[in-house]
């Protein structure tokens, strides 16, 4: 469903990335932010090259050193870059039968609600 600029009242929102004509708003919002941040590479975007997460430097690493690894990179990416959350829980599941497929399972609060939400990161 097609939603019209004019119904939109939140002050932070962005288009849905997988659903054309929708927006997230609130939490979700948040959310898409943080998979947003957690999938792009530093230096990937020319406007903003800090942007991002050096995620790729852990991937060749062993699991023992990668998880944590992953784990600070993707805390000081949100930091910085994601204010309005506040992540209380995450970890990185690392597919031993191919050890550069990861997943970022994290739990986040959103500052200045009661909203908590749980969401994922696949990186490939």
């Not at 590479?41 to 690894?69: E, M, N, T, V, Y």
């Amino acid at each position: 469903m097609s939603t019209d600029i004019r119904d939109i009242t939140a002050t932070d929102w962005q288009p849905r990335l997988d659903a054309p004509g929708e927006i997230v708003t609130g939490a979700e919002d948040v959310a898409q932010c943080l998979r947003i941040l957690f999938a792009t590479q530093k230096r990937s975007d020319p406007h903003r090259p800090d942007f991002g997460c050096d995620l790729l430097k852990w991937i060749d690493k062993p699991a023992s050193q990668a998880a944590p690894g992953l784990i600070r990179e993707a805390l000081e990416a949100a930091k910085r870059w994601e204010p309005r959350a506040d992540i209380v829980a995450m970890n990185a599941d690392i597919d031993t039968a191919a050890p550069h497929h990861v997943t970022l399972r994290y739990t986040f609060r959103v500052l200045g609600t009661a909203a908590t939400l749980s969401a994922e990161t696949v990186l490939a």
